[in-house]
C-alpha cells in the first residue's frame, strides 16, 4: 500500500451505466490528481486539485465528471462511457505548494467499458 | 517544461547494474530531472530527482551531466521485482507537480 487507495479496483460497466471511481489518500496532502492510461499510450493528466479546488481540466469529455469533497478524497464520477474509454484510472496525490514533484500513485481503477 | 528522449526497451542481467539513459537536450535552468517508475498493473513509483549535482538514494542514483542535456538513472544491482517501465521527466520544481509522463524505458531484467 502506497498510502493512496483506489476503489474499485476493476470495473465493468455498460455505456448507458452511471458509476464512480474512488480515490483515497491517508498522506495528509494537499493535491490530488485523475490520470488515464490506455493501453500502450501514455499517463494522460485529466485533472488536477490543489486544496479541493480544481485548478486543472485537460480537455477531458464532460462524461468524466471529478469531484473533491475533502483533501483526502476524490471521485471519477462515470456515465454514457464509449468502449474507447476503457483504460487503467490512476490517482496520485502531493503535497503542492512547495517541494519538488513527488507524485504518490494508488494501483489503478481498470475500466472496461462494453 | 522541456521534452526527454529515451530508449523504448533494455535488457539487464540479474545482479548486474542496470544504467537507463535520458536526453533532455532542451532543459531549462530552473527545470529538474525527474525519474518514476511503473511496475506491471500498479501505479507509477516515484525514485530520485535532481537538479545538476548527482544524487543517490536507497532506491537508485542519477547521473546527471555537467550540460544538463542528458542524465543517466542507475540501478547498482537489478533484480527481477526492478523489471518495469522507467520514465524520465523534466520540469519545474514546485510546479504544480503537473509531471507529463512520455514512453519510457521498459527494462526487462533477465535472470
Known amino acids: 500500500e502506497t498510502g493512496v487507495t483506489q476503489t474499485p479496483r476493476h470495473l465493468v460497466m455498460g455505456m448507458t451505466n452511471k458509476k464512480s471511481l474512488k480515490c483515497e489518500q491517508h498522506?495528509?496532502?494537499?493535491?490530488m490528481y485523475w490520470y488515464k492510461q490506455s493501453a500502450k499510450k501514455p499517463l494522460e493528466l485529466m485533472f488536477v486539485y490543489s486544496l479541493e479546488e480544481r485548478v486543472e481540466n485537460n480537455s477531458v469529455p464532460s462524461r468524466f465528471s471529478p469531484e473533491c469533497p475533502n483533501s483526502s478524497h476524490l471521485f471519477l464520477h462515470l456515465h454514457t462511457l464509449q468502449p474507447e474509454d476503457s483504460a487503467l484510472y490512476l490517482c496520485?496525490?502531493?503535497?503542492?505548494?512547495?517541494?519538488?514533484?513527488?507524485?504518490?500513485f494508488g494501483a489503478g481503477s481498470r475500466l472496461t467499458v462494453l | 517544461d522541456a521534452k526527454t528522449t529515451q530508449p523504448t526497451s533494455m535488457d539487464c542481467a540479474e545482479g548486474r547494474a542496470a544504467n537507463l539513459p535520458c536526453n533532455h537536450s532542451t532543459i531549462s535552468g530552473n527545470e529538474y530531472v525527474y525519474w518514476y517508475r511503473q511496475i506491471h498493473s500498479q501505479g507509477p513509483q516515484y525514485i530520485i530527482h535532481?537538479?545538476?549535482n548527482n544524487e543517490t538514494n536507497e532506491m537508485a542514483s542519477l547521473i546527471i551531466t555537467e550540460d544538463r542535456k542528458s542524465s543517466t538513472l542507475i540501478l547498482p544491482h537489478a533484480t527481477l521485482r526492478d523489471t518495469a517501465v522507467y520514465y524520465c521527466?523534466?520540469?519545474?520544481?514546485?510546479?504544480?507537480?503537473?509531471?507529463?509522463f512520455g514512453g519510457g524505458t521498459r527494462l526487462m531484467v533477465k535472470p
Open positions: 496520485a496525490s502531493s503535497q503542492g505548494g512547495s517541494g519538488a514533484n513527488v507524485l504518490t
Open positions: 535532481g537538479l545538476k
Open positions: 498522506l495528509g496532502h494537499n493535491a
Open positions: 521527466i523534466v520540469a519545474r520544481y514546485n510546479a504544480g507537480n503537473m509531471l507529463t
